[in-house]
């Protein structure tokens, strides 16, 4: 669980680190210019994290199944090595998904009207501002949401209710109190994790 909350640590530095440092140079020096390369690399990195963060999400979940419905072989089927390789193909999975984006905003040519009415460069936000055809662009950003997140939340929930059934075998009520404090912090965090990642989609796009 340590080595799964250090990776969640890991994905909010580097997604602060994407964002913030630009959004600083906006407000304390009113330096409002990026370069494009600087903007697509932006994009990049910041979608990567944010899918990279879901996958620990899902990893997470799936520790507290095994915490909760297999106790006794937790030590067995989370070990270091198995949650670092969940951790590298989540990473992979961000990568091969969000490559495309910078690729796919790069093709595009921009009109004279070049303003992001935002403090970071997002996908949706930045191919808005160009003058060709963003059919491509809105087609894959929306396949990327669907799946990536679909899969995710299904995958999430499905532990979830997994646990809920196991939970309610148990006939002591302090087991079941038990059960639930562990899986708290982890609701809560999703919640802080994918409704601001939600509300950001939303807005950029409608």
Known sequence: MYLLICMLALTDIGMSTSVVPNTLCIFWFNLKGITVGGCLTQVFFLHTVSVMQSAVL????????????????YSTVLTNTRITKLGLVGLLRAVLFILPMPLLLNRLQFCANRIIPHTYCEHMAVAKISCGDITINRTYGLVVACVVTGFDLTLIALSYGLIITTVLRISSKKAHQKALNTCTTHICVMLTSYTPCL???MTHRF
């Open 58 to 73: 899902v990893t997470m979940a799936f520790d507290r199944y095994v915490a909760i419905c297999n106790p006794l072989r």
């Open 199 to 201: 509300f950001s989609y």
